[in-house]
């Protein structure tokens, strides 16, 4: 838990550090302060009023000194949330943006929206709320512990056995809350995910299911949520109701020995002193078990704030791609895979198997196969959104592994399935790709791309606000501006994964035709389902669990039987399509 919050602070840990030693030594002085209540009721039961009266103002001293180190401490705890604040989400946004780009998955990037967010003000608010009295509470009985075994040895054991075995208790508590906690935060996060698909997809849920709206799949999400959310709160419940009675049981068998030890002296007819002894650690056994119902009582707390932790930590052990010292430029724009192979976990399956493939400048290769075959996990590779797990990708002759970021950037652009567009002007999404493009060009990237038709019936033209997202813009249009960017980036080598998929017919056609242009200009790589332009390909590359099934042309791998013709086939079942060449033209596309 310290170890992560030290990552948060970075070069700012000394002030963590400062705390933690002032919060100890407060703990360390409340204990003494207390423990000089033995002298002070020692002298009172002795009638020894002398002793008592400077022992009484060792007494006040150290409330006093108490008071004051607390207002410090709490300033200082204080200090190190400010810290976490200002410095923490800097220094994990630092993190984040040296991680692979493979890593930002939905589930990632929403467990990285909370944290830093929500979870940064929870953290930030340990310190001064949560840790100084956790810490005082364990610090001081154990200061209470020392005194009991020197007033009462019968005692002190009962006390040195009770320790660990409520800190024992606090663990299984906090072990059991947790699991109940993470059911309720996966199931929050899938009725969230259920919402949003629930919005989206109203006109598909109520041409099925009605005016509803199909709520079926929301109403069950919710149901799961709240079932794992009742769990929560009777586990937290009891968890608070269990460490409670742990920590009176103890008090209890120290109660007890501590009558039994007093009446044995009295019946003994023992000296003054023994049972004046007695009395005093009856009095220091309530202020033993204070701080203890206190520990117990911020235990679910500190359970919530640990998760926050775990996810902060869990971000910070994902380690960023190693970058070259000597990174090395590449001299053309050929793409090359030698014996490829790559799983997403240790404990996966390989997704691509053993694939060599050369890519030579300027021409253009489709990537065909069934869903699940490893298309964009190799274009991913080609982008190293990932390192691959054996083998080497290398760009102009270079491994992608000796570039630096910008090297590879500068390399590759990549035009994606879902096209996201910033909130802003279509020329400033257009320039996204190139910031410091002219007008000019920014006008041909949207020729290139067909944005001209769009922006010539807009009223504002490229000036057009897009909305969040590209929410003003339809799915085709927000495509053909996403184009533009990636074609005045002019980077080498352009990555296309599905940009015609979910289009209809008109933007399919405008994206295929922005395509054939470029064959020639650039290395193409793309993923395509849509005949007219996998069929234009100097290379069609058919993959099938991971591995290359077949490789050549179109004309060539339309006559042979195997995955392709077999691919063929079915998009001419689906679509009534005819191809009689690579060069013939097919509506629809």
């Known amino acids: 838990m310290l170890k992560t919050f030290t990552q948060l602070l970075g070069e700012e840990a000394p002030v963590l550090r400062r705390y933690l030693w002032m919060t100890l030594v407060y703990g360390l002085l409340c204990g003494l302060t207390i423990?000089?209540?033995?002298?002070?009721?020692?002298?009172?039961?002795?009638?020894?009023?002398?002793?008592?009266?400077?022992?009484?103002?060792?007494?006040?001293?150290?409330?006093?000194?108490?008071?004051?180190l607390r207002r410090t401490v709490e300033k200082a705890g204080i200090r190190v949330g400010i810290a976490v604040l200002q410095g923490g989400r800097h220094r994990l946004g630092d993190h984040v943006a040296r991680l692979p780009v493979g890593w930002f998955s939905a589930q990632n990037t929403a467990r990285l929206s909370h944290v830093a967010s929500q979870g940064m003000m929870e953290m930030a608010q340990l310190p001064a709320h949560v840790f100084t009295p956790l810490i005082t509470g364990v610090v001081t009985p154990v200061v209470i512990l020392v005194a009991l075994f020197a007033l009462n040895v019968q005692m002190g054991l009962i006390a040195l056995v009770t320790l660990p075995i409520l800190f024992g208790v606090f663990a299984f508590t906090a072990h059991l809350g947790q699991r109940a906690d993470q059911s309720f935060q996966h199931n929050a996060a899938l009725t969230s995910q259920r919402m949003v698909e629930f919005a989206q997809a109203q006109s598909v849920l109520r041409a099925f299911n009605g005016e509803d709206g199909g709520t079926q799949f929301l109403e069950q999400a919710i149901a799961r949520q709240q079932q794992s959310a009742k769990r929560l709160i009777h586990v937290s419940a009891m968890s608070v109701v269990f460490n409670a009675w742990a920590v009176q049981a103890g008090f209890a068998a120290l109660l007890v020995a501590a009558t039994l030890s007093l009446g044995e002296q009295l019946g003994a007819n023992l000296q003054a002193g023994s049972v004046i002894a007695v009395i005093v650690s009856l009095l220091l056994v309530s202020r033993?078990?204070?701080?203890?119902?206190?520990?117990?009582?911020?235990?679910?707390?500190?359970?919530g704030a640990r998760g926050q932790l775990e996810a902060v930590r869990g971000i910070f052990a994902v380690q960023p791609l190693p970058q070259p010292e000597a990174p090395q430029a590449p001299i053309e724009g050929s793409v090359e895979l030698r014996h490829v192979s790559f799983r997403y976990a240790d404990d996966q399956p390989d997704v691509l198997r053993d694939i060599s493939l050369r890519i030579e400048p300027g021409s253009m290769t489709a990537l065909v196969g069934a869903s699940g075959s490893g298309k964009t996990t190799l274009v991913r590779l080609i982008a190293r959104f990932f390192d691959v797990t054996q083998g080497s990708v290398i760009l102009g002759g270079v491994d992608v592994r000796q570039m630096s970021s910008e090297q590879l950037a500068g390399q590759i652009s990549q035009i994606f399935q879902d096209a996201y567009l910033f909130q802003g002007s279509i020329a400033d999404n257009i320039r996204i790709g190139k910031p410091d493009a002219s007008d000019a060009q920014v006008m041909e990237a949207a020729r290139q791309a067909g944005v001209i038709e769009i922006i010539e019936r807009l009223p504002q033209g490229l000036e057009t606000p897009v909305g969040e997202g590209g929410a003003r813009l339809s799915g085709g249009e927000r495509q053909r501006i996403s184009i533009a960017r990636a074609l005045i980036k002019d980077a080498p080598i352009l990555l296309v994964d599905e940009a015609t998929a979910a289009l209809d017919a008109e933007n399919q056609a405008v994206i295929a035709d922005a395509l054939a242009r470029l064959r020639g200009t650039r290395t193409l790589i793309v993923i395509a389902h849509q005949l007219s332009t996998v069929a234009m390909a100097d290379q069609i590359v058919v993959l099938d669990q991971g591995r290359i099934s077949e490789r050549g042309a179109h004309s060539a791998l339309s006559t042979e039987p195997g995955l392709y013709a077999h691919f063929l086939a079915q998009r001419r079942a689906a679509k009534g399509w005819r191809i009689a060449g690579a060069s013939d033209s097919e509506g629809g596309s």
Do not use: N
């Open 35 to 68: 423990v000089t209540l033995v002298p002070v009721l020692t002298h009172l039961l002795g009638s020894e009023l002398r002793s008592a009266a400077q022992w009484l103002v060792v007494l006040v001293i150290g409330v006093a000194l108490c008071w004051a």
């Open 288 to 303: 033993f078990i204070d701080p203890l119902l206190e520990v117990a009582g911020y235990s679910e707390v500190l359970r």
